[in-house]
Structure formats: C-alpha cells, structure tokens
C-alpha cells in the first residue's frame, strides 16, 4: 500500500493551478438559479403572488388553484434555465438530504409538465429511510410536503422543491417538520410576550447565521486513507512535529490551490441565493470557515444543508476533498459549526439588541434572562441536540465548548443583572461607555458594547444575538435550531403566564413592574448556569459540578434527555414531536450512532491487522538481519535489538486488542436494546480498545522506516494543499 502512498503524493504535488473567475459582479449573478419572490412577481398574476406572499409571510396553506399557477410559473422559468427534472428535496434523519428526480417530460402527450399536485406533495419510498420502528420495512408508503417558505432553486438541470417529510400515519421522518413546529412555536410564544411592550408586534421570526468549519485535504491523499474514505476520520495516525501550535495559519494568507476552490464554490452558492459572506483559514492547518450573512431560520438550515453538497462537488473538480466531521486528525482543532441565533420581530426590532429607549431595553433583557432561563432549565436537553459520535470526540478538545451547557454573558451584562437582581439603582460604569436609560428604578442602565467574547462557551451572548458554539461540523442545524426555540418558547410561555397571574393578584399593580418582579426572579434561579471564565479548565469542571450542572460527555448517555418525563412534556405543549416520535427519533440516533462506532472499529481492525502489522513484522524482520549482522561482525547492535523489542510489544498489543476488540464486538451485538447496545459500543468497544490500539499503531509509525509506511500521514494530509 506504500507505493499508493507515494503515486498520491507525487499526483498532489503535480497539480496544475485551476483559475477561477468571477461570472461577473456578484449583484448580476446572485440568486439566478432561485424561484424566488422577484421571478413569482413577474410569472404570477398579481392576484395569484399576493396569496402566495401572504402565505410566506403569514404561514398559511396555499389552496390547489394557486398551486397550479406556482407550478405553471416553476416550469416555465426551470425550463427556460435548462432544467429538465424536478425533485422533492427533503432532510430525513440520515443527517443527509434526499431527492429522487422525476421528468417534466410526459411521454403521452409530448410535452412538458409539472402540476400543482405534483408540486404539493409526492410519494417517496419511505421504508429504507431511518423511522425507529413508526414504519416497517414491508410498508413503504411515505409523504413529502412542498415547504413555500423556503424558495425553489435549480441545482445542475434539476427543480428542487424544498419539503417535509411524513409518514404514511402523520409522524414526521425529517429534520424540517419539527423545526417549523419549532418555529411557530416560538413565534406565538414571542408575539404574547412582545404585546407586553408593543401591540404593533404580530410576528416574530428566528434568524440564523452558521459558521461553518471545515478541512480540505488532497483528494488522492484522501483516497489513500481507508479510514478517511469509510468513517471520515482518521482512526490511526501521529502528531506532526508541527500542527498548530505556532497559530500561523489562523487568518493566515489562503493558500492559491484552495483560493480558487472558494471562489469556485462560493460562485455557485451565490447563484443559488446562499449569502456566503466571510471565509478564512482557521486555527488547523487544512482548516477554513465559510460564513453566510443572516437569514430565516428555515432558509439558513436548508442553505446549509445546500452548501455543504454544492462544496464537496466543486471540490471534486478541484481533486480536493472537504471533511465536515467533527475530529478529523487528532490532536488539532475539530470541527463546528457556531450558530448565530436570534429573534426578529415583524416591526424590524432584534429581540436581543439593547437599544436607546427604556421601553425597547426592558423588552430586550426580558428576551435575554427568559433565553438564559430556558437554558438554565433544559441544559441537558441542549446538550442531547449536539450529540453524536463525531462531535463526542470535539466537545471539551482543542477550543471546543465543553459538553457542560453554561451561558456566557460578558462582565457588564453579569453587572447589570446582579444589580436588576438586587434591586438596585447603581450605574455600571465603565471607561467611556454610552449608556441606555431604562427609565425604571430598578433597573440599571445598560452598555451599548456590552460583551467580550468567549470561545470556550458553548452558549455565548455576542452583542446581539446567542451564538450556539457546540453544534458539530457535519450536524444538520435543524436538529439544535428546533430544541432551542422549543426551549425558549416553553420558557417564554411560563414568563407570559406569571406576569399575567403577577398582575392579576394587584389590579393596581404596574405591568412593567410585575415584569422586573419575575425576571429578577429568574435571574436568581438561572444563575448558575452563566459563567465567565475558561470552559477548558479542570476548576470549571469541579465548579460546575458544585453547582450541579451536568457534564455528560458521550451521545448514549446524553440522549436520555429526549426521553424525560419534562422533555416529553415540553415536546408534546409546544405540539413539536409526539412521545412516539421522540421515542422513534431516540432508536435512530442510538442506531446511527451504533453503526458509527462499528464502522470504526471494523475499520480500525482491518487497518491494524492488515495493512499495519505486515508492514511492522517486514520491518521488523530487517532490523532482525541488520542486529544479526552487527553481531556476526562484533559489532554492538543492543539499539537495534531494543527498537526490535519495541516493536515487539506494540505488535503484540495490536494483535491481541484487535482480537479483543473483536470478540467484544461480537458480545455487544447481541444486545437487544438499542440503548444498552449504544452504550456498550461507547464503553466496552470505543472505550477499552481504541485508544490502546491507536497509541500502539502510532508508535510503529515513529519506528517503521518512512518509505515503507502505508498509510499517508498527517504531515502530507495537512500542509500538501
């Protein structure tokens, strides 16, 4: 496998540079292959696009008439793009999304059509797809949905119509119904908040913004790496001499191979309205970050989803490949992907923007304890949302947030709730600060520039909007999106009710101060869950358990939460997801995250075994005739015979713990439950063998002689680009 090695690196550096230019200015270009408001405006009846935008605005069902006219509008303009296909696009819980193109071309009658039932809703096969037990396999009858509020677009010669997907029983399939559940939720939530303050207030709406963290290495090198190609990771594999610890890549000059890459994709992303805005090198050498400017939370999830394929095929053309798991390489910096998250109102007003005038800021810090609140209340079922097997091995590792859900609010805004808990009237003062009265007494002035940032937090307050740190690399959004706002939304549900019973005790009572009344309130029982210092150290752990917040560091253990008696609860108020579907949802990801771990073990054992250990025992074999020889010619050979023992006993616990391993494969897979099965594979399989196979492997990697070693390494994984 070594001479692959060697064709690999000779090809990566061989390329030829690939230029890349603009299609022209990125106002000409951007959103030409979208269906959206502007191409329904000028393809619709007037009469025909108002239903259609109030339907968008508002929510509402769109009635079969008008669908037909949006699917005439659709094929027209597909059609006269290039298109000869349309496709349902949906997420479904395989963490991917799915599609299965049908012609527009009707072999009866000659011509091209698409018709409003065929927009609507289609039939997939739904029994391959994951269903934790709603459907079996025999049964195949599943629903895909058009979603209106997240616009059409072409992708190579194919209509994609965004939808949900659903059982043939009603129960969601996909990742985007309880998203829009989610959604709506928070919406009605926030509006009977909001009226509080401003009756003119009748539609709140999440926004997103995901950064996006991903490595690119050479697609040849990639080829050469099994374990890469098959559990997109590197099981085995030593530290280079140099990684990052010298933080020259970090914002560092692009290199020209992957310059060019970006400019590709992001062209493409760009015609398919995806607002790619930032890109830069991250910490990792081999690692970037492509951010879009902020959108709908539906939109930025499904163009998320979008980007990363439309990424991995321009790579291909560019013999690169893009790597989204959470850990790659260990040792260096893992993958996330930083959600931006905040409320927007239909008046314009960002829910958590302090603002100049007392009323707009006791609606903002209203906004901003309930969201602490709600993490404070339900941090372990956060912390399930970004469970899985890639993002076990990211969370607390590298710069990455612990799996502790705490909440970093910056030291002015902790003054400012301390002194609102206190009921104080103390200005914050700090160098030459603007300040925001609020016009109440018991509440202090607040900073315009109120936070610093935090990157060890998982959940940070960044100035004007949350950013959800932990969420992983190759995690689909809408997964953490929708837990988030169910958790706000419960939360933000509890607030309304107590105002309301507050008042109703005093009739004279002052609504604003009934307000101030529970949100100290709440300031005080969520104070545990904020914390401004560094998530990375070990004092964090022991202070965090001191205040009894959960450290739950594997995916079994913490998908539990899904399944409490309070999750339950708060799923089935908010109509989010049914018992039965939560239970459902549960079996696939202990599920997926069986088959991940088995994937990897399999893999690791097949590496070891085959490729490694032949390797070392051939390698071996000529220190065995180079120590004879010095012998033979009374030569001291006690180094050589020492390097021989070493690889002795690395080859030794490679055979014996592969065999182990196996055996105890064997043992878990007769597990009947999922649950206990997932955590057998994470503390019996993961747990006892593949770090002890790992360390092993690595060691000969040291000792074997370079030429012979077959897997490519990280040294040329990484600064070959």
């Known amino acids: 496998m070594a001479h692959l090695r060697f064709k690999a690196l000779e090809r990566a550096n061989g390329r030829p540079k690939i230029e890349v230019k603009a299609p022209g200015k990125i106002s000409e270009f951007y959103g030409e292959d979208v269906f959206g408001m502007k191409e329904m405006q000028q393809l619709l009846s007037p009469e025909i696009f108002k239903k259609v935008k109030k339907a968008?605005?508002?929510?509402?069902?769109?009635?079969?008439?008008?669908?037909?006219?949006?699917?005439?509008?659709?094929?027209?303009?597909?059609?006269?793009?290039?298109?000869?296909?349309?496709?349902?696009?949906?997420?479904?819980?395989?963490?991917?999304?799915?599609?299965?193109?049908?012609?527009?071309?009707d072999y009866l009658s000659g011509i091209e059509k698409f018709k409003g039932s065929q927009l609507v809703q289609q039939e997939p096969d739904a029994s391959s797809f994951p269903s934790g037990g709603i459907r079996s396999t025999f049964e195949a009858r599943g629903y895909t949905a058009w979603d209106p509020s997240s616009p059409m677009f072409i992708y190579g010669v194919t209509l994609c119509v965004p939808t949900i997907f659903v059982s043939?029983?009603?129960e969601a399939l996909d990742n985007k119904v309880p998203l829009l559940k989610a959604v709506e939720a928070v919406d009605e939530a926030s509006v009977k908040v909001c009226q509080l303050f401003d009756k003119k207030i009748t539609r709140v709406k999440p926004s997103l913004g995901c950064e996006q963290e991903y490595f690119v290495v050479d697609k040849d090198l990639y080829n050469t790496r099994p374990d890469l190609v098959?559990?997109?990771?590197?099981?085995?594999?030593?530290?280079?001499?140099?990684?990052?610890?010298?933080?020259?890549?970090?914002?560092?000059?692009?290199?020209?191979?992957?310059?060019?890459?970006?400019?590709?994709?992001?062209?493409?992303?760009?015609?398919?309205?995806?607002?790619?805005?930032?890109?830069?090198?991250?910490?990792?050498?081999?690692?970037?970050?492509?951010?879009p400017v902020f959108e709908d939370i539906n939109v930025a999830t499904d163009h998320n989803q979008l980007m990363m394929d439309v990424m991995s095929k321009v790579a291909d053309r560019h013999s690169l490949k893009v790597l989204f798991h959470e850990?790659?390489?260990?040792?260096?910096?893992?993958?996330?992907?930083?959600?931006?998250?905040?409320?927007?109102?239909?008046?314009?007003?960002?829910?958590?923007?302090?603002?100049?005038?007392?009323?707009?800021?006791?609606?903002?810090?209203?906004?901003?304890?309930?969201?602490?609140?709600?993490?404070?209340?339900?941090?372990?079922?956060?912390?399930?949302?970004?469970?899985?097997?890639?993002?076990?091995?990211?969370?607390g590792a590298n710069e990455a947030p612990p799996a502790i859900m705490s909440v970093f609010i910056g030291s002015q805004l902790s003054a400012v709730l301390d002194e609102l808990e206190k009921k104080g009237n103390v200005k914050v003062e700090k160098g030459d600060n603007m300040y925001m009265k609020l016009g109440i007494d018991k509440i202090p002035q607040i900073i315009l520039d109120n936070t610093d940032r935090n990157r060890t937090s998982p959940f940070a307050f960044t100035g004007n909007k949350f950013e959800f740190r932990a969420v992983g690399g190759a995690q689909n959004v809408a997964g953490p999106?929708?837990?988030?706002?169910?958790?706000?939304?419960?939360?933000?549900?509890?607030?309304?009710?107590?105002?309301?019973?507050?008042?109703?005790?005093?009739?004279?009572?002052?609504?604003?101060?009934?307000?101030?009344?529970?949100?100290?309130?709440?300031?005080?029982?969520?104070?545990?869950i904020r914390f401004e210092g560094d998530g990375y150290s070990d004092e964090w752990v022991e202070e965090a358990e001191k205040r009894g917040l959960s450290n739950i560091k594997d995916t079994p253990r913490a998908l539990d939460s899904y399944l409490s008696k309070q999750s339950k609860k708060i799923f089935?108020?908010?109509?989010?997801?049914?018992?039965?579907?939560?239970?459902?949802?549960?079996?696939?990801?202990?599920?997926?995250?069986?088959?991940?771990?088995?994937?990897?073990?399999?893999?690791?054992?097949?590496?070891?075994?085959?490729?490694?250990?032949?390797?070392?025992?051939?390698?071996?074999?000529?220190?065995?005739?180079?120590a004879n020889g010095l012998a033979g010619l009374k030569i001291d050979n006690t180094e050589v015979i020492k390097t021989i023992e070493k690889m002795s006993g690395y080859i030794n616990t490679i055979k014996?713990?592969?065999?182990?391993?196996?055996?105890?494969?064997?043992?878990?897979?007769?597990?009947?439950?999922?649950?206990?099965?997932?955590?057998?594979?994470?503390?019996?399989?993961?747990?006892?063998?593949?770090?002890?196979?790992?360390?092993?492997?690595?060691?000969?990697?040291?000792?074997?002689?370079?030429?012979?070693?077959?897997?490519?390494?990280?040294?040329?994984?990484?600064?070959?680009?």
């Open 327 to 395: 850990k790659p390489f260990a040792g260096l910096n893992g993958t996330g992907k930083h959600n931006n998250w905040s409320l927007i109102t239909n008046t314009g007003v960002n829910l958590f923007q302090p603002k100049s005038s007392a009323k707009e800021n006791l609606l903002f810090l209203t906004f901003f304890i309930n969201t602490i609140k709600a993490v404070y209340e339900y941090a372990d079922l956060l912390r399930a949302s970004i469970a899985s097997a890639g993002n076990d091995h990211r969370l």
């Open 656 to 721: 014996s713990e592969v065999v182990n391993m196996i055996e105890e494969r064997k043992r878990v897979n007769q597990i009947e439950d999922t649950r206990d099965k997932a955590i057998a594979y994470c503390d019996d399989v993961k747990g006892k063998y593949f770090d002890k196979i790992r360390y092993a492997v690595d060691k000969l990697e040291l000792l074997v002689d370079d030429e012979d070693w077959p897997l490519t390494k990280y040294r040329e994984l990484l600064f070959l680009r």
């Open 481 to 528: 999106m929708s837990v988030l706002n169910l958790i706000v939304a419960a939360q933000l549900t509890a607030f309304h009710n107590e105002v309301k019973k507050e008042v109703g005790k005093d009739k004279d009572s002052d609504k604003r101060m009934a307000i101030v009344k529970v949100l100290r309130k709440y300031i005080k029982e969520s104070k545990k």
């Open 168 to 170: 043939y029983t009603g």
């Open 56 to 105: 968008i605005d508002e929510g509402k069902k769109i009635d079969e008439s008008t669908a037909d006219e949006v699917a005439a509008a659709a094929k027209s303009w597909a059609l006269s793009k290039g298109a000869t296909h349309y496709t349902h696009w949906f997420q479904p819980l395989t963490g991917s999304t799915a599609e299965k193109h049908d012609t527009f071309f």
């Open 230 to 291: 098959l559990a997109n990771r590197t099981v085995f594999g030593h530290s280079p001499a140099r990684g990052q610890q010298l933080d020259d890549h970090y914002f560092g000059s692009i290199p020209p191979r992957i310059y060019n890459f970006m400019k590709d994709f992001e062209y493409e992303a760009l015609k398919l309205g995806i607002p790619v805005s930032t890109r830069h090198n991250e910490v990792a050498p081999s690692q970037f970050e492509v951010a």
């Open 572 to 626: 089935g108020d908010m109509n989010v997801l049914t018992e039965t579907e939560l239970e459902a949802r549960n079996e696939i990801y202990w599920e997926n995250y069986i088959m991940k771990i088995q994937i990897e073990s399999r893999v690791m054992g097949d590496l070891a075994v085959n490729h490694i250990v032949p390797t070392a025992i051939a390698y071996q074999n000529k220190l065995i005739a180079n």
